[in-house]
């Protein structure tokens, strides 16, 4: 079997875009799905559908993980799979704990059996660490925020660590806010130029907030780059904050409007807990830029004017 096969756990965006990277350079790749009688509309968009292999595959499974890997003994394994919401995760705790918790645990169970020097990237939020100053690190202290989401994923992150002691190729992509024009409509940056893009009136949250933005297309290219490292954590962000109140800004003037007329404030949008400012520390940028010579330019206003253009 050839040796460049990638296998891609769940048919969300990010492994679309992600395929559509590795396809570029003329490897394979086989993307997981618990449901295979379904659109995979995230392929059909970027016409990827006829370019990867599709697989039904149930994380919470040693039984079909094992058949999988031995059917095409992937040199790449990016776990891009489970419930991603923070606040669906409140009702939805059981299903988010096992779709990241158990499959990844499963996953690593089986190399760790196998004595695999397959390389397993699980993807992971800059939510789980609570920063000082609201910039994060990789040494930052580890959020104390009971929402499931984020302390399953902060379990993880501890699991794929904790496992690099058995010599496994383990790496934890740590990334804040990764946007494209396929993020669902209700997501904050795409339902902002939407309404701006139709001239509608729109309720917010907190518009005060500042967050760290990337743009989907740079985002996989870099974790391409970084695929080719030994085991590491890393964090995958441009390290640009933006704030609530300049996105509505910018939106809206794309459209020749003023947002003072089109928004008004809803708190039952504010989440408990949440940081004035969540973004990755600025030495993470360098970092990126020193050792792979990599830059994110889609950032800032720029990146919601690729968001309102993309619609």
């Known amino acids: 079997m050839n040796k460049k096969v990638n296998l891609i756990i769940g048919s969300g965006v990010l492994g679309a875009y992600l395929s559509a990277e590795l396809l570029k350079k003329k490897e394979k790749v086989v993307v997981t799905s618990r449901i295979l009688n379904k659109k995979f509309t995230n392929y059909e968009y970027l016409k990827l559908q006829k370019k990867v292999d599709f697989e039904k595959l149930n994380t919470?499974?040693?039984?079909?993980?094992?058949?999988?890997?031995?059917?095409?003994?992937?040199?790449?394994?990016?776990?891009?799979?489970?419930?991603?919401?923070?606040?669906k995760?409140?009702?939805?705790k059981k299903a988010t704990f096992s779709s990241h918790y158990v499959g990844t645990k499963n996953f690593l169970d089986i190399l760790k059996k196998e004595k695999s020097d397959t390389k397993f990237f699980k993807a992971n939020s800059g939510y789980i660490f609570s920063p000082k100053?609201?910039?994060v690190n990789l040494n930052c202290k580890y959020?104390?925020?009971?929402?499931?989401?984020?302390?399953?994923?902060?379990?993880?992150?501890?699991?794929?660590?904790?496992?690099?002691k058995y010599k496994l190729n383990l790496f934890n992509l740590v990334f804040m806010q990764i946007e494209s024009p396929l993020r669902p409509d209700d997501f904050f940056i795409k339902k902002i130029c939407l309404a701006?893009?139709?001239?509608?009136?729109?309720?917010?949250?907190?518009?005060n907030t500042f967050r760290d933005y990337s743009w989907i297309t740079e985002v996989v290219k870099l974790i391409v780059k970084v695929s080719n490292?030994?085991?590491?954590d890393l964090i995958i962000s441009s390290g640009i904050k933006l704030s609530g109140k300049e996105i509505l800004k910018t939106a809206y003037y794309l459209n020749k409007l003023d947002y003072k007329?089109?928004?008004s404030i809803n708190k039952k949008y504010f989440r408990k807990q949440e940081n004035k400012l969540l973004s990755s520390d600025s030495r993470n940028s360098l970092l990126l830029k020193k050792k792979f010579n990599f830059k994110f330019n889609i950032v800032g206003k720029k990146l919601v004017r690729k968001m309102y253009n993309s619609l």
């Open 229 to 232: 490292l030994k085991s590491k």
């Open 196 to 207: 701006a893009r139709h001239k509608r009136k729109i309720e917010v949250g907190n518009i």
């Open 261 to 263: 007329k089109y928004f």
């Open 133 to 135: 100053k609201g910039l």
């Open 89 to 92: 995760s409140i009702k939805l």
């Open 60 to 87: 919470n499974n040693k039984k079909e993980i094992n058949q999988i890997l031995n059917k095409y003994n992937p040199k790449k394994i990016f776990y891009f799979s489970g419930q991603s919401s923070i606040p």
């Open 143 to 164: 959020s104390t925020n009971k929402n499931p989401y984020i302390q399953t994923q902060k379990e993880v992150f501890k699991l794929i660590k904790n496992y690099r």
